[in-house]
Each structure stands twice: as C-alpha cells, then as structure tokens.
C-alpha cells in the first residue's frame, strides 16, 4: 500500500505533503468539534424548551388536541390510551358488542360480575350486581359512565368529578369559581352534567395552562388532603402550594382514583381521610357519620361499596415510601430524539416493564414480570377465600331472616358482614391486585375472612363476642 511504503520516507521529501495532511486533519477535526458543540448546544436547548409555542393556551381550551400543538409528543402517546390489551390480572380486553340507541358503543371491555357470580352476591340490592366491567384507557372514561347500566338508577352530577375533562364546565357554571362550579354540577341530575361535558380527562385537569405545571383541580382531593393533613397535626394545607413535585405526580392521579362517597343532600363529594388514608380510616369515618351506601337485598343490613382505592393502596406500600409516584410506573419517561419525555400512554405497567420497571430494578424482564405476577396470584388465592366467606355468611344471614329470626339477633352477625364485605372489596376494587401494597392488602383480606367467620359465629352463638383488631399503627399512613 502506498501508503505504508512512504510512512518511513524522511519529513523532507514529504514535507508539504505531511504538513497539508497534517492540517487538514486539524481543521476536519475542529470542524467537527464545531459541530458537535452546536448539536449538543442545540439539543440542549431542544430539551430545556421541548415545545414552539404554536397557540396561547388558557383555562378557556380544554381540547387535547389544540394543547397538543405545542406539546405533540405528549399528545402522541396520550391518545393511546385508547389501546386494550389483556395482562394476566389486569390491562383491558375490547369485546364487541352489537350498539343499540341506548348504547352505541361497539366495544366494552369483560363484565366482572359475569366472570365471578359471587360479586352478584356480594353487591345484592346495588346496581354494581347488574353491570360491572373491568375498566380501561383513559380515553374511554366519559363514554362508560354515560353508557354503564348503573345510569339506571338515575345517578348524580357528581359522578362526572372523576370521567371527564370538568375544569372549563365548573368554571363557567361557577362563573369563575371553579369550587362553585364543582357545587353546582354536583347537584344536577347526571344527564343534565353531561351536556356540560364533552371529553376525557385531558391536560387541563393536571397542568396549567401557562406554566406546564402540574395542578390538582379536584376539590374533592384538595379537601380530602387538607383533612388528612390537619388529621395529623398540619393545619391549612394546600397541595397545590405545599407539596412537592414528586408527590404531584401521584397526586394528580389520586384526583380520581380513591375511595370516596358523595356527603349529604348537595352529594358533595368526599374523600373518607380525615384519620389516615388505610381502609379503618375509611370505615371509621363512614361509622362516624352512619352511612351506608345501600341495604343488602339478602342480609337486610346497611352496607359499603369500596371503589378503586389505588392510592390508598399504594400510600401502604414499599414503592410510596421509597417515593416511586404513580408517574414512575405508570407514566414513564421514553426517549424521543435527544429528549426524555413523559409518557402519556397511561397503562399498565406491565405492558411496559423495560421503562416501568427497568429504569430502577436491575432484573430480565421475565424475572420482574414474575415477581409482580407471583405478588398477585398470592393476592388473588386470598381474595377467593375472603370471598367465599363473605358469600357464606352472606347466604347464613339470608336464611337466618328468612327463618324470622328477629333483627335484634341478627344485629352483630350483619355488623361484621358489614365489615367483612367492605374490607374484601377494597382489594377487590383496588385494580393492582395487591402489587400497590402486597403485605397490607393481604393483611386486609386476611382481616375480612377473620370477620365474616366471626360473622357465622354470631349466628350460631348468642353470646359470641367479637373481636375487631385494633387499628395498625407504626408504619400506617
Ligand atoms: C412501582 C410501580 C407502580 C406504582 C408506583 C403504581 N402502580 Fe399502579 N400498577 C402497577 C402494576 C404492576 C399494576 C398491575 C397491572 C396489571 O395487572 O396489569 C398496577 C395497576 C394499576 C391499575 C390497574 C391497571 C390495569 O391495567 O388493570 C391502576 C388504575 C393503577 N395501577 C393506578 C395507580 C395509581 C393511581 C398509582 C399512584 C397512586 C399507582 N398505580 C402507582 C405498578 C405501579
Ligand atoms: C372519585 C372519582 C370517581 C367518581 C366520583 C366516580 N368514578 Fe367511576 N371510576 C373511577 C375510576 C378511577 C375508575 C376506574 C377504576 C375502576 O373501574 O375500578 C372508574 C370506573 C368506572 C366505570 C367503568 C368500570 C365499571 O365499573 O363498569 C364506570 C361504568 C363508572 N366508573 C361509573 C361511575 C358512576 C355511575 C359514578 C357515579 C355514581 C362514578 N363512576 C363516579 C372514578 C370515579
Ligand atoms: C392525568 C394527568 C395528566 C394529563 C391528563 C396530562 N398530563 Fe402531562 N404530565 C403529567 C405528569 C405526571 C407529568 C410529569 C411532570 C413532572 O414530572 O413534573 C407530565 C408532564 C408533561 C409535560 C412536561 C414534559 C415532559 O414530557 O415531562 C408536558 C409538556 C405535558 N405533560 C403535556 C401534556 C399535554 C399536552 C397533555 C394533553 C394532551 C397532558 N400533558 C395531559 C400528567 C398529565
Ligand atoms: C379525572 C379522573 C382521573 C384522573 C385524574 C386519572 N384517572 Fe386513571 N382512570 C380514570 C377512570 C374513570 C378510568 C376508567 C375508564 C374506563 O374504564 O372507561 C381510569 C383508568 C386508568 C387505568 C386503566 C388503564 C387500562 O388500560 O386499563 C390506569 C392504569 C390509570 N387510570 C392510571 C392513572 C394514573 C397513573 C393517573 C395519574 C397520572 C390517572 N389514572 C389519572 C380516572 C382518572
Ligand atoms: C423509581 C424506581 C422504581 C420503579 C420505577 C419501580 N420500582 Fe420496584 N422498587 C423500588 C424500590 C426503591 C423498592 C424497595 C426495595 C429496596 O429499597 O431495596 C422496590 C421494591 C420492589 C419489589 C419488592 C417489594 C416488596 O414488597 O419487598 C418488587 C417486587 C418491585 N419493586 C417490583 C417492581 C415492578 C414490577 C415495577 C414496574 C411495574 C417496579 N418495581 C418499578 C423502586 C422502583
């Protein structure tokens, strides 16, 4: 090669030639250097402000896809939350439907109640024992609350708090108050809220308008907060001026999924916080101020509905006190370009474990999935067994009125079925499986068997007396 053979030549005879290259190579090389600097400089300019402003976004706007202008790699994703696919517990299944008038919808995902009999038995009297399906993308949430057979009942304008974009509707009903606004449509009948409403949760309900920081807008929450502050010693709190970033991307989820009921005539909604965010201080509270959600068709006694309580759940857990938010798993970052970008593809994470979970635990995906799967066959086996109990101490109350014996009698046994049924329930109706809190959702299930075979005692001993285990402390939130 040519160029080997002049490699050992004297620098005379090769002098300009070495020079030039020599040169060349420098200027090639800054160059270069040049460039890069201005791609990294770029880049990070690219990273720090990741959207032109194509449009002036205010409380007014709330459709995603105007929002979506100037943020449209997070619209990208966020419109896939229309996505249903199955995981071993959880995720969501499309199945077609014939649409009729008064359901035009042409896929629902599976019915729970026709997958497990025994929840027909547990919700007895209640319109969960008609329709109860397992529940989906974020996009689909205006449109199930519209169409669930629930409605039938005729159902309140505070149902809308949590399966719809609320913020422009609640600040035009309350003419700029949003806390008015919520009031207001609270006590209109559903069907007449809806006509204030016209999309999913979008961006408005968790960030502002002009900063892209996020905000809660649920008064519910900041109310439930506040209680639950001042439960332990904190007066005033506000979350959006006093929490912290991490803790916001947890609680713009916890807007929506919690326990909650709706507070006297007005239907206010109502977040049951007020001592501690573990299923006691729900049921304490509801004691506190007698309320029952409905009389059980079967036992005659005043009863509960647990609904998806996953950040109670979750504020249990090992990843809550090691400060994982629900963002962490359920919104994680991805990579567009030279950008890190918040995923907006709200799922489960499970469908996503190389970003989910990946990013902390240093474990093949099979192994992580497995862990995650192992905690909620475990929760599941125990949930069947609670629920067994629930059942038959369910079935042991029917025949007991049916046999006349006197309310009197029957007062302890439906006080624990009481009791039992809400404590299974909320695992039941948190949607992790037990993955949010695994130790405390067993201790809950673990409790609910407890109460429903006290129950059974009851029925069969006058004298039988109950033991109620005392509320958990320590580590409790
Ligand atoms: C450490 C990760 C992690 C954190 C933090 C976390 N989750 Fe989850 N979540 C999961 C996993 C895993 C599942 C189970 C998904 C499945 O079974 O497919 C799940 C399930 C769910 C589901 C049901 C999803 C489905 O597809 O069935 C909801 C809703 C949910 N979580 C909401 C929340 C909320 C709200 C928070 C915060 C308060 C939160 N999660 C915090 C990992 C997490
Ligand atoms: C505090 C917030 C909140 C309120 C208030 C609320 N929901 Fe929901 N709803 C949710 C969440 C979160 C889910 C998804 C998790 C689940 O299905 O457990 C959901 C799921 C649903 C679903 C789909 C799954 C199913 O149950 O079939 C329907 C239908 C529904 N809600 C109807 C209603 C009706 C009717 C009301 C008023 C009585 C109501 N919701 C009030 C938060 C709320
Ligand atoms: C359910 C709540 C929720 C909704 C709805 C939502 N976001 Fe976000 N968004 C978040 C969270 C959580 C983060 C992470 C913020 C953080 O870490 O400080 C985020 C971050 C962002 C960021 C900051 C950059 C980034 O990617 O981290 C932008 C921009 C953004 N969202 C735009 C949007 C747009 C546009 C929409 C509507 C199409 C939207 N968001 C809807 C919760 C939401
Ligand atoms: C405005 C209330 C609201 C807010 C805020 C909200 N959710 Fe939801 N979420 C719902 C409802 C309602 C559903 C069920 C929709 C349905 O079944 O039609 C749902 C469904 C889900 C699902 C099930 C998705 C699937 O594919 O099965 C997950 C996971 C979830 N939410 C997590 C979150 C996380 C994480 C946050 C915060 C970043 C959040 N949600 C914020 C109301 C809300
Ligand atoms: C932001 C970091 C982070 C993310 C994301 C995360 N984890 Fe974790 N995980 C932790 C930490 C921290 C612990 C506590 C263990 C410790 O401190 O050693 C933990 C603990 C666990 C444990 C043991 C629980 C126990 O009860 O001891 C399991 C299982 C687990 N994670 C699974 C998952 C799965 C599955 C995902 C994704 C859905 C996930 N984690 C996402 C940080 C994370």
Request: net charge negative.
């Amino acid at each position: 090669m040519t160029d080997s053979s002049t490699a050992g030549g004297g620098p005379r005879s090769h002098g300009p030639r070495w020079f030039l290259g020599l040169t060349a190579v420098a200027v090639v090389a800054s160059v270069a250097v040049l460039a890069l600097l201005v791609n990294i400089f770029e880049r990070r300019q690219e990273a720090r402000e990741p959207a032109t402003r194509v449009v002036e976004l205010n409380d007014t706007i709330d459709d995603p896809s105007v929002w979506g202008l100037n943020y449209p790699d997070q619209f990208d994703s966020f419109v896939r939350t229309v996505d249903q696919v199955r995981t071993r517990y959880g995720g969501s299944e499309a199945f077609p439907r014939t649409p009729t008038d008064a359901d035009p919808r042409t896929f629902v995902s599976r019915s729970k109640i026709e997958e497990d009999e025994r929840l027909k038995t547990m919700w007895a009297g209640y319109g969960f024992s008609k329709d109860f399906r397992e529940e989906r993308g974020h996009a689909y949430m205006l449109e199930d609350q519209t169409f669930t057979g629930r409605q039938a009942s005729g159902q309140p304008g505070t149902c809308a708090n949590c399966h719809a974009s609320t913020v422009t509707a609640w600040l035009e009903l309350g003419d700029g108050d949003l806390t008015r606004g919520f009031e207001v449509m609270n006590q209109m009948p559903y069907m007449e809220a809806r006509t204030h409403l016209d999309q999913a949760v979008a961006c408005i309900d968790c960030h502002d308008a002009e900063t892209m920081e996020l905000r809660v807008t649920r008064p519910a929450f900041i109310e439930g907060m506040a209680a639950y502050m001042a439960g332990r010693g904190v007066a005033d709190y506000d979350v959006n001026r006093d929490a912290t970033r991490q803790e916001m991307r947890s609680y713009v989820c916890g807007q929506c999924h919690v326990e909650y009921h709706f507070r006297g005539a007005e239907k206010r909604l109502t977040y049951p916080w007020e001592s501690g965010l573990t299923v006691e201080a729900a049921y304490d509270y509801y004691e506190g101020i007698g309320f029952s959600d409905w009389t059980h068709a079967e036992t005659g006694g005043g009863v509960l509905k647990a609904q998806h309580p996953e950040f109670e759940l979750w504020s249990q857990g090992i990843h809550a006190r090691a400060d994982v938010s629900c963002a962490d798993c359920h919104m994680p970052y991805q990579r567009v370009g030279a950008r890190k970008v918040t995923n907006h593809h709200v799922q489960s994470p499970l469908l996503n474990v190389a970003a989910a979970c990946q990013s902390c635990h240093n474990v093949a995906e099979a192994e992580i999935l497995a862990r995650a799967e192992n905690v909620q066959g475990l929760t599941y086996r125990l949930r069947n067994q609670a629920m067994d109990a629930v059942v038959e101490l369910t079935e042991e109350l029917r025949e007991a009125r049916e046999a006349g014996v006197s309310d009197e009698r029957l007062a302890l046994a439906r006080e624990l079925h009481r009791r039992a049924l809400f404590y299974v329930d909320y695992v039941e109706a948190e949607n992790s499986t037990g993955f949010h809190a695994p130790q405390e959702a067993a201790r809950i299930l673990g409790e609910s068997l407890d109460y429903a075979r006290q129950g059974q005692l009851a029925l069969r001993d006058a004298d039988y007396r109950p033991k109620i285990a005392a509320r958990p402390d320590g580590a409790q939130r």
